[in-house]
């Protein structure tokens, strides 16, 4: 399975963006798919997740109320919507997907696509 998350650039703090997540297969047959960062010198973090089957989502503490997650299932897309953007968000970007129903909040994943780079400018 491919993953291959796009959508990253350079933007103002206060500023939004997409991001956008496709895969070579069907979402639908994943438990779980989810956002996560690494900035530079710093621990992956968990951004969100949403689960394909009822949409149910989870969010980091510091992304909550500011990131949505959400799917497209006649895309086979999942995207995170980041508004609000300041400077700690900052960071490669990655989708991943997961094929065992693991809790919203595990960062345990199957399946990783490569990341796409967000620059948030002061």
């Known amino acids: 399975v491919q993953l291959q998350a796009s959508g990253g650039g350079l933007v103002q703090a206060g500023g939004s963006l997409r991001l956008s997540c496709a895969a070579s297969k069907r979402f639908g047959n994943y438990y779980r798919m989810g956002w996560f960062r690494q900035a530079p010198g710093k621990d992956r973090e968990l951004v969100a997740t949403i689960r394909w089957s009822d949409g149910s989502t989870y969010y980091g503490d510091s992304v909550k109320g500011r990131f949505t997650i959400y799917r497209d299932n006649a895309d086979n897309m999942v995207y995170l919507q980041m508004n609000s953007l300041n400077t700690e968000d900052t960071a490669d970007y990655y989708c991943?997907?997961?094929?065992?129903?693991?809790?919203?909040?595990?960062?345990?994943?199957?399946?990783w696509g490569k990341g796409t780079l967000v620059t948030v400018s002061s």
């Open positions: 991943a997907a997961d094929r065992r129903y693991r809790s919203g909040n595990s960062d345990v994943m199957d399946y």
